[in-house]
């Protein structure tokens, strides 16, 4: 029998990636964002290839969550993958400039968002003992960057609750991975400074980036080993990067 994947953030980047490879394999899709064109042109596009459902929501907004999930039709119900993919980064500054707009954003989305979503398709995955939650890390959940301060945060929030899903869910049948991806060159730049595009391209200039494809592919390695292999935690960077802070740029 075919999955059933839901994918947060597939109108963009990793998620929209993930989505497409994830299609061309036959695995059918529960399509997540808050940018219903989007959501509407992915979900024509991919339905050339299995069956797609699309499901508006803001991760924050936990009623749209809890509602979107259980309202789910009866034929898109039990969801074997889940990627919590769903996140930005808001801002670059030193801690002492930040705006609490930005802060706010990033913990509820990265963090609390990820969580309503996880605790609405939990249940499910329980009850069939089987599943795979595949949490979107970052090497700023391993390691802390200049003025990344609550990005950074947000994502060693999610390393922890990578772990703490994985020691939770011991014995249940269902596997928790984390993809801790460095720089990919998705809409995230333009994201992170609200829409200054010239700002958010020379993030990644002067060397070759990962591209959300990169990602996609190592998604799809992971929901794809035997039943007994489970990918805990994976960390990618492209050639050019070594850590956080260390890319080498021409
Ligand atoms: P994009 O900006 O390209 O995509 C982000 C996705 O998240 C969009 O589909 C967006 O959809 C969705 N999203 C954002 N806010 C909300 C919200 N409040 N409710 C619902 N959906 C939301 O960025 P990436 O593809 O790069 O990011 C995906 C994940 O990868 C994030 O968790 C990010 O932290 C992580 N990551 C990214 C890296 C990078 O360098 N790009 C590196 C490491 C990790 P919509 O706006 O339609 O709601
Ligand atoms: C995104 C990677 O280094 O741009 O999580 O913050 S980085």
């Excluded at 034929?75 to 993919?85: M, P, Q």
């Amino acid at each position: 029998m075919k999955k059933t994947a839901l994918i947060t953030g597939a109108t963009s980047g990793i998620g929209k990636a993930t989505a497409q490879i994830f299609a061309e394999k036959g695995i059918r899709l529960i399509l997540c964002g808050r940018r219903q064109e989007r959501l509407d042109n992915l979900a024509v596009e991919l339905q050339k290839h299995t069956e797609v459902y699309i499901l508006n929501f803001d991760v924050r907004n936990k009623i749209q969550v809890f509602e979107s999930i259980n309202n789910l039709s009866e034929a898109f119900s039990e969801i074997d993958i889940l990627v919590n993919n769903a996140g930005n980064a808001h801002g670059l500054d030193p801690i002492q400039d930040g705006s609490i707009e930005d802060w706010d954003a990033m913990l509820d989305i990265n963090v609390k968002g990820l969580l309503y979503v996880t605790k609405a398709i939990l249940p499910g995955m329980l009850k069939r003992g089987s599943g795979h939650i595949i949490n979107i890390g970052s090497t700023a959940g391993k390691e802390v960057y200049p003025n990344g301060n609550v990005y950074c945060a947000s994502k060693h929030a999610v390393d922890a609750l990578n772990q703490g899903m994985r020691i939770d869910l011991n014995g249940k049948g269902i596997k928790v991975a984390a993809i801790n991806p460095g720089m990919v060159e998705t809409e995230f730049s333009e994201v992170r400074f609200k829409g200054d595009t010239k700002r958010a391209s020379k993030v990644y200039q002067g060397f070759t980036p990962l591209q959300p494809e990169d990602i996609a592919e190592i998604i799809w390695f992971t929901v794809t080993r035997p039943p007994h292999v489970n990918i805990a935690d994976l960390t990618v960077m492209c050639l050019d990067q070594a850590s956080s802070t260390i890319v080498n740029k021409q």
